[in-house]
């Protein structure tokens, strides 16, 4: 069974950086061709598409974090990252890790970040 764990979340000022990581396990052979990325979601909101990287390295973002944040993955450890720059307030928000392979999609448990000074 695929499961996700998320890590580095935390609290940092606007203009600050934060990388999170999304570290996935039971990832078999079936699963070997797959999109790892990002979603978050604030208060109030629906949850929305930060960015995703495929096991090729091809990534897409969203304009909101376009030349802000970096996703990068590490196959060998079937690890995700997200290099998080120039830290906004609306920025805040609990960030999901995702990951979708053979029309199954999976998701991590969450963590927050918050920016604020």
């Known amino acids: 069974q695929v499961q996700l764990v998320e890590s580095g979340g935390g609290l940092v000022q606007p203009g600050g950086s934060l990388r999170l990581s999304c570290a996935a396990s039971?990832?078999?052979?079936?699963?070997?061709?797959?999109?790892m990325g990002w979603y978050r979601q604030a208060p109030g909101n629906q949850r929305e598409l930060v960015g995703t990287?495929?096991?090729?390295?091809?990534?897409n973002y969203a304009d909101s974090v376009k030349g802000r944040f970096t996703i990068s993955r590490d196959n060998t450890k079937n690890t995700v990252y997200l290099q998080m720059n120039s830290l906004k307030p609306e920025d805040t928000a609990v960030y999901y890790c995702y990951l979708g392979a053979a029309t199954m999609e999976y998701w991590g448990q969450g963590t927050q970040v918050t920016v604020s000074s």
């Open positions: 990287i495929t096991s090729g390295g091809t990534t």
């Open positions: 039971g990832i078999t052979f079936r699963f070997r061709f797959n999109t």
